[in-house]
């Protein structure tokens, strides 16, 4: 299984997980990653392939790679606590 190609799901400055000031995320709870500081308005799929989960309050989706990797895209720190506000899904599950 190879690692899928990443396109940067929406324009912003790069950081390490380790900056993250949630630790769910900074100590990898929830697996490796990195954060981006938006400077877009949209994220977009950052590589080919399906949408597993999308949450209704559209905060959070797992996509799966075509190689079958599965990765999950949460948008903001405390974000379920915004119940869908500010967020329109274009895709589902």
Sequence with gaps: MSNPIFAMPIEGELLSIEQVSDPVFSTRMM???????????????????????VFPTGHALVLKSEDGISVLIHIGLNTINLAGEGFDILIKQ
């Design 31 to 53: 697996g490796d990653g990195f954060a981006i500081i938006p400077k877009g308005e949209y994220f977009v799929a950052p590589f080919s392939g399906t949408a597993e989960v």
